[in-house]
């Protein structure tokens, strides 16, 4: 689909989000999309790594309102949701995710974040995790992988004020490895992803499966 553009090349997926007009807003098909684009991903052998972007302007804004409201009005509750099972292909994905964040990146656009390998930001980069402020808990595993790594007082700050914050934040919270210069962020992610995607692959699997093996358990509990 459009609003999602999946090209391969030497061994690296990208996977961007494209819906400028919208912020990226993600719809249920846009979830979709990119939940199959990551399983077939980690399926087959030519793809060695994946680079997650929404390009040099926004990363994505969150979920599309109108058309989850759609889903709450048209379908019951028991319908498995296509975020949830994108989230649940990061996860899943044994090979190494690396994204690159410009512009805003709200609730799920910083929540699927704690779910890649490698997360580089912009300096014009907006995080915020809006969740209480909506009604709801925080998604994702977010408010249990935040205080892991950002300790818990900025996990408070974060997840209760639910306030944005930027990208030097980003990265004291655990959510973003560096900061770099807006003209630079695609090139040096594409750089990393393909440093990732040209090392051997099976040491690359193993080595994430046992940098993950302590949090999965225990993550997978705490989302549900």
């Not at 990265?171 to 990732?196: F, S, Y």
Request: glycine share 8%; net charge neutral.
């Amino acid at each position: 689909m459009s609003e999602i553009l999946v090209t391969d090349a030497d061994g690296l997926r990208t996977i961007r989000m494209n819906r400028p007009d919208k912020k990226n807003a993600l719809t249920r098909a846009m979830y979709a999309a990119m939940g199959e684009a990551v399983r077939d991903a980690s399926k087959s052998p030519a793809v060695r790594a994946i680079l997650l972007t929404g390009g040099e302007a926004c990363f994505t804004s969150g979920n599309d309102v109108g058309d989850f409201k759609a889903r709450s009005t048209a379908e019951p509750a028991t319908v498995p949701s296509p975020a949830r099972d994108f989230l649940w292909a990061l996860i899943d994905c044994p090979k190494p995710v690396v994204a690159a964040v410009a512009g805003f990146a709200i609730g799920i656009g910083t929540t699927m974040l704690l779910h890649c390998d490698l997360v580089y930001a912009s300096e014009n980069a907006v995080f915020r995790m809006p969740f209480v402020d909506l009604g709801l808990c925080p998604e994702g595993g977010s408010s249990l992988l935040v205080p892991l790594r950002g300790g818990q007082l900025l996990a408070n700050e974060l997840l209760l004020l639910g306030e944005a914050f930027g990208p030097d934040t980003a990265v004291r919270a655990g959510i973003a490895n560096a900061v770099v210069a807006p003209q630079d962020l695609l090139a040096h992610a594409e750089t990393k992803a393909r440093t990732l995607a040209n090392k051997p692959p099976e040491a690359l699997a193993a080595t994430k499966a046992l940098l993950r093996r302590a949090d999965v358990g225990g993550l997978r509990a705490h989302m549900h």
